[in-house]
């Protein structure tokens, strides 16, 4: 069993490149968010998905995209990458929007930007 | 928004020790989870809870359910060198978008 699976692992983007975090579940799981881990500050929803064609913003939003246009699939863009977003990501996802559907973390990926 | 206090941050314990960790918070809430995550991972969902009060084993692991709703704690005993890692509470309100996390306590054990 896969479960999250997050590529790549590691990535070091100069300031103002674009790229795309990829995320992608084999649960059928309807529910998938983003979090940004920096240390002190514990765990930070960026975006979430109830599901397909649905997405909405969490706590820290700004410099992050998201579309959700399969089940499967949960792709964060970085528009313009910034330092402030060096950051390990992770994506995690639930069998349903609502508690008590526990989350599935990824195992992350560290983003370094210069 | 709501906040979680976990405390202290790191802790450091002799193997074969029991340790506890709790979670308490300003806010009411309906569900409580621990994770646990490894060096390079992600979290891993270690003990769910749904009802105050409730008391739940996980091996060596217990977590309690605060009566007040405003609290958990996790109880690890007799811990061993493979307990190492950064735990965080989490607690919940009806949706997993309305999740707060603690901010983790990192747990070190000494051979």
């Known amino acids: 069993n896969a479960g999250v699976t997050q590529t790549p692992k590691f990535q070091v983007l100069k300031t103002g490149q674009s790229m795309t975090l990829q995320c992608a579940q084999d649960?059928?799981?309807?529910?998938m968010s983003w979090y940004r881990q920096d240390p002190g500050m514990g765990l930070r929803l960026i975006h979430y998905s109830v599901g397909a064609g649905i997405t909405d913003q969490g706590e820290v939003p700004n410099g992050y995209n998201v579309s959700r246009s399969t089940t499967e699939d949960f792709p964060l863009r970085l528009l313009s990458a910034a330092p402030s977003q060096t950051s390990v990501y992770f994506c995690?996802?639930?069998?349903?929007?609502?508690?008590?559907?526990?989350?599935?973390f990824g195992n992350g990926t560290r983003l370094t930007v210069t | 928004g709501q906040q979680l206090n976990q405390s202290p941050q790191s802790m450091f314990i002799q193997e074969g020790e029991d340790v506890s960790m709790n979670c308490t918070s300003s806010s009411i809430f309906n569900t409580w989870l621990w994770y646990k995550q490894d060096p390079g991972e992600g979290p891993v969902l270690l003990i769910a809870l749904y009802k105050a009060g409730e008391l739940t084993s996980n091996g060596r692991l217990t977590a309690q359910f605060g009566i007040t709703r405003k609290d958990s704690f996790l109880n690890i005993s007799a811990s061993i060198p493979s307990d190492v890692g950064i735990y965080f509470c989490?607690?919940?309100?009806?949706?997993?978008?309305?999740?707060?996390f603690g901010k983790g306590i990192t747990l070190s054990v000494r051979p």
């Open positions: 649960m059928n799981h309807e529910y």
């Open positions: 989490a607690g919940g309100t009806g949706a997993n978008s309305k999740l707060t």
């Open positions: 995690a996802s639930s069998y349903s929007p609502v508690l008590p559907s526990p989350l599935h």
